[in-house]
Nanobody
């Protein structure tokens, strides 16, 4: 059974930084593609960053240049470094893992089979 546990959320002011972590267990970590998603109040969950097994990354336009996704296969961990945070980044953030999806669709949640419970990020102005 795949398990994902996020941590690192919190409250920061505009322009601040946070680093989210996602600890994974129960599977061969480096065979999955991984992603970060978020759901803001009153909005649908959106994909913001993904990383393929060999490390190729992709980002949503809303976070490109500010957020960086990375992973450490030896630690079975996924990370999201978030810089220059804005109030509109306030959301619940989720990590996800998947297999078998289309490479072109890794920012879409239907490509992911496993999800963490989420960690809250709040950015105040």
């Amino acid at each position: 059974q795949v398990q994902l546990v996020e941590s690192g959320g919190g409250s920061v002011q505009t322009g601040g930084s946070l680093r989210l972590s996602c600890a994974a267990s129960g599977y061969a970590y480096n065979t999955y593609y991984l992603g970060w998603f978020r759901r803001a109040p009153g909005k649908e969950r959106e994909g913001i960053a993904s990383i393929k097994p060999l490390g190729t990354t992709s980002y949503a336009d809303s976070v490109k240049g500010r957020f960086t996704i990375s992973k450490d296969n030896a630690k079975n961990s996924l990370y999201l470094q978030m810089n220059s945070l804005k109030p509109e980044d306030t959301a619940m953030y989720y990590c996800a893992a998947g297999q078998g999806g289309r490479w072109s669709g890794l920012l879409y949640e239907y490509n992911y089979q496993y999800w963490g419970q989420g960690t809250q990020v709040t950015v105040s102005s």
